[in-house]
């Protein structure tokens, strides 16, 4: 976020309550978000709204130590405790005093042949997609596979109705805290969670209402999101949609490239994301996605230090209005969209679904969300080992389930770029992704070449092979 972004947010959120821990009951209200998601799973068919982490770890794995850590864990968050059921006709959510996670080894029989990188594939993308009941839990699984005696590839997913990106680098680190401490027969010494999602859902309707709510309705008002119409971000390509689960298209930004954008944007005083964002899009114009857009980008919503250790689901899709002009310079376009970063920013505490429930307390969430193109960027870095005795690598899933039939995911690494192009198989098929994904980066070479004063078309015409239809 910078500097003009953070101003803003905070001018936006003065003057609200303190965040305190709140009473608990046997159940507690839901957020419209949560809400969102719990209708989205009981509607069917069920699909997996799981938030994944996954590793290959080279070196020694304590099973009994993970499963241990895996549990403490559990115990610390009451998130991580939490199922749902509908109660009196609501939505409710129930803490448990101790709801086990799920912790599974998968090794070859014994005196079998070792797992093969395509099965090992498999099966990781198959616990990536796999459904989690809402009902009964357990919301968090922790699924282990055994490569060779010394090599594993580790799996671990949460439910996104109770967690969200920053809630599973949380889970993470404290699992690997407390996997270490009982390799070496110690205690993790972790701080104590004070503060829960319940606590941080009571605050949030403490407040969200009066003047405060009318701030983001206007904001709502200005980015159109109350009247837009849910519909494709692209024609769908497919006469003959089959059931499948999402898959990911994954890409690099060439180095030169990216070493060029970030010049790019920061000579025109704008940050790297708005430069992507607009990009995306052009592309989405460029494939038939019209002039006037509405993408969603992820933030975190976690503006208050009191809620860096909060595992839950807080992070808010910002609705971006993106008005495309051919005519307009480069300058101008990337200037507004700037502009419209700045502003979504400064309202990310309330969700689009706390608006369409406050515009309209019946209105049907499944059905009226706006937004069907998803646009986020990820700083990445390797950090820790993720346990002990081990060193680690990414090891990428293919395979996820998405609620949105188009989301771009730029991984920032420092001086490289990597990207994720996901889509839902039953509207898109895989030629119009490996288009999607090579003429995204066609424009992103086309911007970091540009003269400011050009105009947008170059961009939208922008061919890498100019043989190319």
């Known amino acids: 976020m910078s500097w003009a972004q953070h101003r803003r947010r905070r001018a936006v959120e003065a003057g609200l309550p303190p965040l305190v821990r709140t009473s608990r009951g046997p159940d507690h209200p839901v957020t419209p978000a949560q809400h969102r998601l719990w209708l989205l799973d009981q509607a069917g068919p069920r699909i997996a709204y799981n938030i994944t982490l996954s590793r290959r770890l080279r070196g020694p794995i304590d099973l009994v130590a993970l499963r241990h850590a895996t549990r403490v864990v559990s115990r610390r968050h009451e998130a991580l405790r939490t199922t749902f059921a509908e109660a009196g006709g609501q939505v409710r959510q129930r803490l448990h005093a101790d709801l086990p996670p799920e912790v599974v080894l998968r090794e070859p029989p014994p005196g079998g042949p070792p797992f093969t990188e395509a099965d090992i594939r498999r099966m990781v993308d198959a616990e990536a997609t796999r459904p989690m009941c809402l009902r009964t839990g357990p919301l968090l699984r922790l699924w ?32 690997a805290a407390v996997y270490r401490a009982r390799v070496d027969g110690d205690e993790a010494g972790l701080p104590p969670v004070d503060l829960h999602l319940v606590d941080v859902v009571d605050w949030r309707r403490s407040w969200l209402r009066g003047e405060h709510l009318q701030r983001y309705l206007d904001f709502a008002d200005r980015s159109g999101v109350l009247r837009a119409v849910a519909s494709p971000p692209l024609p769908p390509t497919r006469s003959d949609p089959v059931a499948g689960t999402g898959v990911r298209h994954g890409f690099d930004v060439a180095p030169g490239v990216a070493d060029r954008l970030r010049r790019y944007a920061a000579d025109l005083g704008l940050t790297l994301f708005t430069v992507m964002l607009a990009a995306y899009a052009l592309l989405l114009t460029r494939h038939g996605g019209g002039r006037d857009l509405l993408i969603g980008s992820p933030a975190a919503n976690r503006s208050r230090p009191e809620l860096a250790r909060v595992v839950g689901y807080l992070v808010t899709i910002m609705p971006l209005r993106l008005v495309m002009d051919a005519d307009e310079r480069v300058a101008d376009l990337l200037t507004r969209v700037g502009a419209a970063v700045t502003d979504a920013f400064a309202h990310q505490a309330a969700t689009i679904e706390d608006l369409l429930t406050a515009a309209d307390p019946h209105t049907d969430l499944r059905t009226a969300y706006p937004i ?54 039953r509207q898109y098929d895989a030629a119009l992704a490996d288009r999607l994904v090579t003429d995204y980066r066609s424009i992103l070479t086309a911007m970091a070449a540009a003269d400011p004063d050009a105009r947008t078309a170059a961009l939208l015409t922008a061919r890498d092979d100019p043989g190319r239809p």
């Open 144 to 175: 282990l596979v055994r490569c060779a005696p010394t090599e594993h590839v580790l799996v671990l997913s949460v439910h996104h109705i109770v967690a969200d990106g920053w809630s599973l680098r949380v889970i993470a680190a404290e699992l």
């Open 372 to 425: 069907t193109a998803l646009f986020a960027l990820h700083s990445f870095h390797r950090g820790d080992t993720v346990l002990a005795a081990t060193t680690d690598e990414p090891y990428p899933i293919h395979a996820k389930d998405t609620e949105f039939p188009l989301a771009l995911s730029i991984l920032d690494g420092g001086p490289e770029l990597h990207g994720y192009l996901g889509y839902d198989p």
